[in-house]
């Protein structure tokens, strides 16, 4: 059985690290007083969007490197990544990165469960943590989020804000976790303007920018106004497509995933001007940092799943707010203290959003 529990706050694990990086050596102790290896080392294996993807890779790299920065790590020797350009890549990847001695590994996806569940079965003395899913096994610590959280708080962003009243969702592969993203992303738009319509949608791929930007021209030729992307690498192609369009003249917005993507839709830098309404942002980057951290001091959490939402501070909207109305922030507010009080449910799944609000 695998045991659950809930991320630490964004500000303690922040704190943590700063504390350790002050205390000048690189040893640590665990809490029984066992001085563990001080060097350490740590990697991760990305799925094929890599890590300069603007999105769920990066933010996963963003943390392993700060996680070095404040452990006084050498990058590609005390941490690192291995690059997958395509899933056959996956599970040598992981091989790969047991064989060469790392301490810890990241898996970076779902789309990666199986080939570490059976890298982890194999290589039994192996320490992973796996980003998105979940392995029931005893050396793998599952790190999960609660999207559809933060999916609902800019969803309430675009239902408030949209002048069409038609708003899209593209996703990258259709799959429990971004239904998690398309379902409260819905149940936002509908629960701040239940005269709207959605229009979901699937690239069936997290890496293909030219599909992105096919599906975006249908949405916003339909009437869409507005677009969430939870696709990866393919919702570069979104944020092309608005660009294009608000050249033009057209008034289109793009919703980032994962990290603030603001910088992805700038289309006049002169004056930092952007399509990007707002962003889910999903702090993959602290995940990473506080297992790390946690590892390294001796307390492997594996066996655990690891669960991030609104209320620890793992998932919300992103800090970037000059296209978002006072109307939408105070609403956003709102409804975030009524679903850290439990006083919303927010929908993950399809059955769960037929009958949200009923």
Partial sequence: MVKKRYGFMLSMVLAAGTLLSACGGSDTTSGDGEKKDDKFKVAMVTDTGGIDDQSFNQSAWEGLKEFGKENGLEEKKGYNYLQSDNQSEYRPNLNNAIRQGYDLVFG??????????KVAEQQKDGQFALVD??????????????????????GLVAGLQTKTNKIGFIGGVESALIKKFENGFKAGVLTANPNAEIFPQYAGDFNDAAKGTAIASTLYGKGADIIYHAAGGTGAGVFTEAINRKKNGEDVWVIGVDRDQFAE????????????LTSMVKRVDTAVFQVSKQTKEGNFPGGEIIEFGL???GVGIAPTKDNVSEDALK???EYKEKIIAGEI????????????GK
């Fill in 331 to 333: 609403m956003v507010d």
């Fill in 108 to 117: 970076i996806g779902f789309l990666m469960t199986e080939d570490i569940k």
């Fill in 133 to 154: 899913s979940v392995v029931e096994l005893d050396n793998v610590a599952s790190i999960t989020f609660k999207e559809h959280q933060g999916s609902f708080l800019v």
């Fill in 265 to 276: 839709g700038v289309y006049d830098k002169a004056n930092n001007k952007s399509v990007t």
């Fill in 311 to 313: 209320e620890e501070e």
């Fill in 345 to 356: 449910e927010v929908p993950k799944t399809d059955e769960e959003f037929t009958s949200f």
